[in-house]
């Protein structure tokens, strides 16, 4: 699974600015909710794939310029790791 976090809060601040939006405005233009992007900004929710995407492309960038990618291993559940035959 990929995770994807805001590198610089400030930076995609100011480059929506300078594409001469709002966060408000910026967010209805993608197709994103007003609180969901201020979350992302703000640190407090990371965005899929697909919307760290939108973000990009509404900005003309790639997802690398505002985002770290990481992978992320998703763990098995805990029955995957009990053996049977040690109870």
């Known amino acids: ?10 930076e995609l601040k100011m480059t ?4 001469g ?4 405005g910026f967010s209805k233009e993608i ?3 007003h609180s ?3 979350q992302v900004i703000n640190g407090k929710r990371n965005p899929s794939a697909a919307t760290a995407k939108r973000i990009s492309t509404g900005l ?6 505002f985002f770290l990618v990481s ?3 998703e763990l ?10 040690e109870n």
């Open 36 to 38: 969901f992007l201020s």
């Open 71 to 73: 992978l992320v291993d």
């Open 21 to 24: 939006l709002s966060i408000r």
């Open 60 to 65: 003309q960038k790639n997802i690398g310029d």
């Open 1 to 10: 699974m990929l995770k994807f976090v805001l590198k610089n809060p400030t």
């Open 76 to 85: 098995p559940s805990r029955g995957m790791w009990n053996d049977s035959s």
């Open 16 to 19: 929506i600015a300078l594409n």
């Open 31 to 33: 197709g994103l909710s």
